[in-house]
T-cell receptor, first 110, second 116 residues
Framework: QKEVEQDPGPLSVPEGAIVSLNCTYS??????FMWYRQYSRKGPELLMY????GNKEDGRFTAQVDKSSKYISLFIRDSQPSDSATYLC??????????FGTGTQLKVEL | NAGVMQNPRHLVRRRGQEARLRCSPM?????VYWYRQLPEEGLKFMVY????????ESGMPKERFSAEFPKEGPSILRIQQVVRGDSAAYFC??????????????FGPGTRLTVL
């Protein structure tokens, strides 16, 4: 079993839709969580970062963490074609290294 | 306000040659991390370095791979005697000097290595 599981997609939604991206993890040692966005052939770009259970909001993005069920989510409101990318969830807490999911490919269509 | 810089962006090597990948961290950052991304796979941690020290190399293959972060100059990931399975995107990330396990890491654009 992978430490971080993420549905690879692809996920295709119409412009303006609410997008829900999800990850599960198996190691309780993970203490903090991040979402990165990666455009094709580019480096990952940090979107959201959170320590604790609950919600964290930043503009159109909301990160949600449920430590009891080891489940994290990223919600994108009013999705735009420019949101089309691969979204990577990452976990930290085992030293300084991050453990990534495989990424979910999102396409927002006009 | 330059971010993490990596060069070259693309590198082509024949089997058996050496590959050298360079990473300059963000200004003010002294912690460097290397990750590898294989096709259809997520980013995998390789090594974590501070200036002149390797802190965690638990993700590095035992042979042919080495990394350094000298007092002056960029961090270098070196792959000797490359094989086709080394073809991947290699990303460098950096974090601030007082980095703890909770500090965020900022990534460079990556070096795409192709082994012929």
């Amino acid at each position: 079993q992978k430490e971080v599981e993420q549905d690879p997609g692809p996920l295709s939604v119409p412009e303006g839709a609410i997008v829900s991206l999800n990850c599960t993890y198996s190691n309780s040692a993970f203490q903090y969580f991040m979402w990165y966005r990666q455009y094709s052939r580019k480096g990952p770009e940090l979107l959201m970062y959170t320590y604790s259970s609950g919600n964290k909001e930043d503009g159109r993005f909301t990160a949600q963490v449920d430590k009891s069920s080891k489940y994290i989510s990223l919600f994108i409101r009013d999705s735009q074609p420019s949101d089309s990318a691969t979204y990577l969830c990452a976990k930290g807490g085992g030293g300084n290294k991050l453990t990534f999911g495989t990424g979910t490919q999102l396409k927002v269509e006009l | 306000n330059a971010g993490v810089m990596q060069n070259p962006r693309h590198l082509v090597r024949r089997r058996g040659q050496e590959a050298r990948l360079r990473c300059s961290p963000m200004k003010g950052h002294s912690h460097v991390y290397w990750y590898r991304q294989l096709p259809e796979e997520g980013l995998k941690f390789m090594v974590y370095l501070q200036k002149e020290n390797i802190i965690d190399e638990s993700g590095m293959p035992k042979e042919r791979f080495s990394a350094e972060f000298p007092k002056e100059g960029p961090s270098i990931l070196r792959i000797q005697q490359v094989v086709r399975g080394d073809s991947a995107a290699y990303f460098c990330a950096s974090s601030p000097p007082a980095a703890t396990s909770t500090d965020t890491q900022y990534f460079g654009p990556g070096t795409r290595l192709t082994v012929l």
